[in-house]
């Protein structure tokens, strides 16, 4: 398995603001994936980050709105941009060790935008 | 595209009883994984169980079990001795086989809420 820690767990935040999320992994994964879990839903995949490639991301998110870094690989960022009240979500990360067939997630961040 | 269906929006059980959460799939890929997560109130995901499609016998952990049924894309989890620590949203998810980026990413289900009742 992977522990996973998020920063930060939650926040409140104004519309039209940034908040910039942090995903620490305790091992060298590959891939690093990004949910967004939206109230009373299920999750749904932003994009996918590689180290040292520009992040994969799903229809309907771009990078405008969600630019994701991966400066090494233990560690990703995701930023909410311009942020409005329909952003208000569960955030979380999730990595694969060792490239296999399980996903382990971080704990999450609640965000809501007032 | 794969799509993961879950039609039991909630379900409730008695402590000590045997529950069941449905889930079904549609996939054209031969190669894959199916899951089941829980998320408690925490928010944590937390892996349940997992079944590799390519696997005739139905995976097993401790009171979580599944029935697999590949050919009428099937996948549902029993839950034996339900504990008041079960009550959580389920989430049953399916995940390509393969190496490439595509292959590691989950389609989840959209939940069953469990409530296990003393």
């Known amino acids: 398995s992977a522990v996973i820690s998020q920063k930060p767990s939650r926040d409140i935040c104004q519309r039209g603001t940034s908040l910039t999320i942090q995903c620490q992994v305790d091992s060298q994964v590959t891939m690093m994936f990004w949910y967004r879990q939206q109230p009373g839903q299920s999750l749904t995949l932003i994009a996918t980050a590689n180290q040292g490639s520009e992040a994969t991301y799903e229809s309907g998110f771009v990078i405008d709105k969600f630019p994701i870094s991966r400066p090494n690989l233990t560690f990703s960022t995701l930023t909410v941009s311009n942020m409005s009240p329909e952003d208000s979500s569960i955030y979380l990360c999730?990595?694969?060790?060792?490239?296999?067939?399980?996903?382990?997630f971080g704990p999450g961040t609640r965000l809501t935008v007032l | 595209a794969q799509t993961v269906t879950q039609s039991q929006p909630e379900m409730s059980v008695q402590e000590a009883e045997t529950v069941t959460l449905s889930c079904t799939y549609d996939?054209?890929?031969?190669?894959?994984?199916l899951f089941w997560y829980k998320q408690p109130p925490s928010r944590q995901m937390i892996l349940v169980i997992r079944?590799?499609?390519?696997?005739?016998q139905n995976a097993t952990e401790n009171r979580f079990s599944v029935n697999f049924q590949k050919a009428a894309k099937s996948f549902s989890l029993k839950i034996s001795d339900s504990q008041l620590g079960d009550t959580a949203m389920y989430f049953c998810?399916?995940?390509?086989?393969?190496?490439?980026?595509?292959?590691?990413?989950?389609?989840f289900g959209e939940g069953t809420q469990l409530t296990v009742n003393p």
């Open positions: 998810a399916f995940m390509k086989q393969g190496w490439e980026t595509s292959g590691s990413r989950l389609t």
């Open positions: 999730s990595v694969n060790p060792r490239g296999g067939n399980e996903q382990f």
């Open positions: 996939t054209s890929e031969n190669n894959y994984y």
């Open positions: 079944q590799e499609a390519y696997k005739q």
